[in-house]
């Protein structure tokens, strides 16, 4: 069967199975019953039956499927604070890291300049996401994906999405990419160097090596092929970089901030933006938004459209902040001109952030629905707070914002 009848059945199936699974997760069960996990492997095997896997290969898989409680648990888990910027960079753009990362660039430096002239990625951005994803290739997980996926799939939250997973799954060990027994990574089903899920590694892995197989798991040419190739059918634009530190002129406006503010190269230099030496940048069309993740105190960042493609790999800012950052330092570039503030400074509790957010809307600032996560919505509140009360409009939420909005719900009378 070919690959578009085994996305079409998968799809048909996937409702069917996701129902029949719900019953013992939407009491709120963390744990199936051995009769209700008994009846949702025998409803997940149908599936992959029905939509074209083979009987040897639903067989293999299933005999070593096991349900994994920690998964759920991983799955519902909630961070006790949020993580700043400061912190998550650190952690990630480490000297290590780029040490490493400048090996790695100059060992496979044949294969990487192959891969640039087949995609048009740069080398050093590669290498980036090999080493923030598994660290270059040193820690894959070791949870077995077929039991981390039927788990899941099995269980209320996001049932459709993994039993498609699931069965992504069990295509690849089907067309004999990967071995069922080989299949270990993270509790959400990534595979590989580069940390594919499975949908995503049917759609986009590739077989650099020529062994007939897409190995992202035992082949660095294969994993760093598929990554740049993922990255290009994004839309990667060549010949432009994800974008760059930059300096800001005193009483910059920063309502102008966030990445939902974008426009054109010129009018930023028009504002007086410069780069870190203070020297002009380029006066040109280039779309480009400016974002300061740790508020006015901290670094500034032109981003560029390719900005945008390092967050569809995944949707965090100071994911794609740390991608570019960290592909900039391994291509040789030195470290932040501006110095990141201490954790300490803008740390906040993730009930400190919704207490924030509800203070917010009840003042009449949009927040958006309060749910204890930093999104453009509640930026936007902040920057709306902080220009109403002549603070500098970053959007950032410091303790000292959020000791200011809750004085003024009180002076207001606004908590009801």
């Known amino acids: 069967m070919d690959m578009l009848s085994h996305k079409s059945l998968i799809g048909l199936f996937t409702l069917g199975v996701g129902l029949a699974c719900l019953s013992w997760s ?34 293999d898989v299933f005999a070593n499927v096991n349900q994994l409680p920690r998964v759920i ?16 960079y650190n952690k990630r753009v480490t000297d290590f890291r780029v040490s490493k990362g400048r090996n790695l660039l100059a060992t496979h430096a044949t294969l990487l300049e192959r891969i640039q002239q087949r995609t048009g990625v740069p080398p050093q951005y590669l290498v980036a996401f090999w080493g923030l994803e598994t660290n270059f290739g040193s820690y894959f997980g070791k949870l077995p994906i ?27 060990v089907d067309a004999g990419d990967i071995a069922s027994d080989e299949l270990l990574g993270s509790w959400a089903g990534a595979i ?52 760059r530190e930059v300096k800001l002129p ?32 380029e006066s040109m069309p280039l779309q480009s938004a400016l974002l300061v993740p740790t508020g006015h105190t901290g670094p500034a960042f032109l981003v560029y459209p390719n900005f945008r493609i390092i967050m569809k790999w995944n949707r965090s800012e100071f994911y794609a902040l740390s991608v570019g950052r960290l592909a900039d330092r391994i291509a040789g570039a030195g470290k932040l001109a501006q110095t990141l503030p201490s954790v300490e400074a803008t740390q906040l509790s993730t009930a400190a952030l919704l207490e924030l957010q509800e203070n917010l809307v009840a003042l009449g600032f949009e927040a958006g629905e309060p749910d204890g996560v930093m999104g ?16 500098v409009a970053d959007g950032f939420p410091t303790p000292a914002l959020f000791e200011a909005v809750a004085n003024a719900v009180v002076s207001t009378g606004a908590g009801g």
């Open 26 to 59: 939407q009491q709120g069960h963390a744990q199936a019953t051995p009769e209700a996990w008994a009846s949702c492997v025998s409803e997940l095997k149908q599936t992959a039956l029905q939509s074209g896997i083979s009987e040897a290969t639903v067989k």
């Open 73 to 88: 648990a991983s799955d519902r888990s909630q961070p006790e604070f949020t993580q700043t910027f400061t912190e998550y």
């Open 146 to 172: 077929p039991s981390a996926l039927a788990t899941l799939a099995c269980d209320s939250r996001r049932s459709a999405f993994f039993t498609r997973e699931l069965m992504a799954t069990l295509e690849i």
């Open 192 to 243: 590989g160097h580069m940390q594919f899920m499975p949908t995503t590694f049917l759609q986009h892995a590739r077989d650099e090596d020529g062994d007939g197989r897409r190995d992202l798991l035992g082949s660095i040419s294969d994993a760093l092929y598929s990554g740049g190739s993922y990255l290009a059918s994004m839309g990667w634009e060549p010949g432009y970089r994800w974008g």
């Open 250 to 281: 005193q009483n910059f406006d920063y309502t102008l901030t966030g990445s939902d503010e974008w426009r054109p190269l010129s009018q930023w230099a028009a504002m007086g933006v410069t780069d870190t030496a203070g020297r002009p940048i």
């Open 376 to 391: 453009p919505a509640t930026r936007r509140a902040i920057q709306n707070f902080q220009s109403d009360h002549e603070y």
